[in-house]
T-cell receptor
Framework: TQLLEQSPQFLSIQEGENLTVYCNSS?????LQWYRQEPGEGPVLLVT?????EVKKLKRLTFQFGDARKDSSLHITAAQPGDTGLYLC??????????FGTGTSLTVIP | ETGVTQTPRHLVMGMTNKKSLKCEQH?????MYWYKQSAKKPLELMFV???????ENNSVPSRFSPECPNSSHLFLHLHTLQPEDSALYLC?????????????????FGPGTRLTVL
């Protein structure tokens, strides 16, 4: 099993603040995905990164894949209540198997 | 219907019951997956099917029995479950299993079935 640890586990911030969520592992992954999951729903894919050092931006969200492809971060600028949810990272391995992280539960207070 | 649908959305069953979870994908994908999501634990991959053939079984107890009659439908048959099996069961699909473009490997999830075993 390839373990992915996410930090922090819980995060509660005011609207307008910035935040960073981390996803760390001792294993190397071929790709890394970030999902957001809202209560009562399945995870929704936000982004896939495949190259070490790659940075992708999705509006106010910035995703980075570590140079060694073992870790990743998600930075949100000027958080909004609509960003509330469970953020999951998933590392890609052979056979399209993905190993999911423990998740970060984000609450943005209006 | 679009995307990945799952029924029922909620299920309460006793330990001696037999029930089935259903998943349907309307995306034309070839691969389908069952995941278990428990509180405070990472998503656990249970089964993977590609073109109706099971290609992965991650040491799942035999009280969980998957069935994939065609590439659009996936079932999870449940019998003699334990209370610790209570969880959110998620179905997902992807274009294919083979590595190729990253887009082929992207998984689309259904809303899940919240299962409670009494």
């Amino acid at each position: 099993t390839q373990l992915l640890e996410q930090s922090p586990q819980f995060l509660s911030i005011q609207e307008g603040e910035n935040l960073t969520v981390y996803c760390n592992s001792s294993s190397v992954f071929s790709s890394l995905q970030w999902y957001r999951q809202e209560p009562g729903e399945g995870p929704v894919l936000l982004v896939t990164v495949v190259t070490g050092g790659e940075v992708k931006k999705l509006k106010r969200l910035t995703f980075q894949f570590g140079d060694a492809r073992k870790d990743s971060s998600l930075h949100i600028t000027a958080a909004q209540p609509g960003d509330t949810g469970l953020y999951l990272c998933a590392g890609g391995a052979a056979g399209n198997q993905f190993y999911f992280g423990t998740g970060t539960s984000l609450t943005v207070i209006p | 219907e679009t995307g990945v649908t799952q029924t029922p959305r909620h299920l309460v069953m006793g330990m001696t019951n037999k029930k089935s979870l259903k998943c349907e994908q309307h995306l034309g994908h070839n691969a389908m997956y069952w995941y278990k999501q428990s509180a405070k634990k990472p998503l656990e991959l249970m089964f993977v099917y590609s073109l109706e053939e099971r290609v992965e079984n991650n040491s799942v107890p035999s009280r969980f029995s998957p069935e994939c009659p065609n590439s659009s439908h996936l079932f999870l048959h449940l019998h003699t479950l334990q209370p610790e099996d209570s969880a959110l069961y998620l179905c997902a699909s992807s274009q294919d299993l083979t590595s190729g473009s990253v887009e082929y490997n992207e998984q689309f999830f259904g809303p899940g079935t919240r299962l409670t075993v009494l």
